[in-house]
């Protein structure tokens, strides 16, 4: 595994940053 | 046998194209499903998309690395189409567990997310090829038998080609890392180096769409706004 660190809530995904939810 | 930064290299390269050897040039079922259950079907723009994007990489590729070398510009395209397809059926089933809908016709008909999305593959094989690696590190090999020491294809080398904006790419690295959690400890690192240097300098330039949407939000937000009369 990684040290990443995830910054997203899971209301968050990729069509919001998107603008499309 | 011990580790050597060539030996890592070779690795990553040979899980790379191994994950993605199960993978199609085209949408596999499951994707095409996703496009045909738009109201929209995004597919003919999807492919367009891809054949003008292809050209600019491979064309752009030749002219940083060698004009000898335009040929491998496609292959190291057509390995991150195979990664953009993945990344993004994964990303829909995960939307459509999150969201409980299937119809994404306006996610799939944004340029600007698959377009960001494909970047981020492309970054992905760079980097994993080694063209892409920050010189900070002290050594390049370009492994992937390009001498990439002399050229210039490090981050942010693939927004220019793609002509994306460093704040439309930073959307969408944290979904492609959950998105694909094959992806090395290595890849994610340097991902996250990208992240760093747009939240600290690159979205902040000139001409950044960033300013425009803290002008909108110091406003109270563009939707908020008063219609004037006229409107």
């Known amino acids: 595994s990684h040290d990443y660190h995830f910054g997203l ?3 968050e995904g990729i069509s919001e940053l998107f603008d499309c939810d | 046998p011990p580790q050597t930064p060539i030996r890592a290299a ?9 994950d993605l050897t199960s993978s199609g040039d085209q949408p596999s079922t499951n994707l095409a499903t996703y496009f045909k259950n738009c109201t929209v079907d ?4 999807v492919l367009k998309r891809l054949e003008t994007l292809g050209q600019a990489f491979s064309q752009r590729f030749g002219q940083a ?3 000898r070398c335009i040929v491998l510009g496609r292959q ?11 990344v993004m059926e994964a990303m829909l089933k995960s ?8 119809n994404f016709s306006k996610l799939l008909n944004d340029s600007t997310f698959h377009t960001s999305l494909l970047a981020c593959a492309l970054e992905v094989v760079m980097a994993t090829y080694g063209e892409s690696s920050f010189r900070t590190g002290g050594y390049n090999h ?3 038998g390009v001498d990439a020491a002399e050229t210039n ?4 080398w693939i927004l220019d080609v793609v002509n994306l904006s460093a704040f439309d790419f930073y959307k969408v690295i944290e979904s492609f890392i959950k998105a694909d959690p094959t992806l090395s400890k290595d890849i994610v690192k340097h991902l996250e180096t990208c992240e760093n240097l747009i939240m600290e300098r690159i979205a902040w330039r000139t001409g950044s769409p960033l300013f425009e949407l803290l002008k909108q939000e110091h406003e109270g937000g563009a939707a908020e706004q008063v219609e004037t009369p006229a409107s």
Do not use: A, W
Not at chain 2, 10 to 18: K, Y
Not at chain 2, 153 to 156: A, D, G, K, N
């Open chain 1, 9 to 11: 809530e899971d209301h």
């Open chain 2, 10 to 18: 070779m690795t990553s390269i040979q899980q790379l194209r191994g």
């Open chain 2, 42 to 45: 995004p597919t003919q723009d």
């Open chain 2, 65 to 67: 690395v060698g004009p």
């Open chain 2, 76 to 86: 190291r395209f057509n390995l991150g189409v195979k990664l953009y397809y993945k």
């Open chain 2, 95 to 102: 939307e459509e567990k999150r969201l409980s809908v299937q």
């Open chain 2, 142 to 144: 370009g492994s992937g």
């Open chain 2, 153 to 156: 294809v490090c981050f942010p």
